[in-house]
Nanobody, 120 residues
Framework: QAQLVESGGGLVQAGGSLRLSCAISGRGLSIYDMDWYRQAPGKQRELVARIDIHGSTYYADSVKGRFTISRDNGKRTGFLQMSSLKPEDTAVYYC??????????????WGQGTQVTVSS
């Protein structure tokens, strides 16, 4: 069983930056894809960014050029660096790593969510 701890959210002015972290613990488990999702009030949860075990990345069009996803496999931590933040980035952000003893039995885990609020 893995455990996740998210941190790094907060209140920031438009144009500012925040870095989210997702620390993962769990013996004998590997971390495969790591996604970050967000959910704004009244909206569906949406995929923001993904990084696979090899470091290949994907970004939603709405955050390309402003957000950077990364991971430190040794520290078992994922990061989402958010820059040039806009009010429309306001949402609860969730890390979503796929974790398992092998890729064939990797499961989705969800962080507890961290609030990001961008003021205009």
């Amino acid at each position: 069983q893995a455990q996740l701890v998210e941190s790094g959210g907060g209140l920031v002015q438009a144009g500012g930056s925040l870095r989210l972290s997702c620390a993962i613990s769990g013996r004998g488990l590997s971390i495969y894809d790591m996604d970050w999702y967000r959910q704004a009030p009244g909206k569906q949860r949406e995929l923001v960014a993904r990084i696979d075990i090899h470091g290949s990345t994907y970004y939603a069009d709405s955050v390309k050029g402003r957000f950077t996803i990364s991971r430190d496999n040794g520290k078992r931590t994922g990061f989402l660096q958010m820059s040039s933040l806009k009010p429309e980035d306001t949402a609860v952000y969730y890390c979503n790593p796929k974790i398992g003893a092998a890729v064939s039995n990797a499961e989705d885990y969800w962080g507890q969510g961290t609030q990001v609020t961008v003021s205009s």
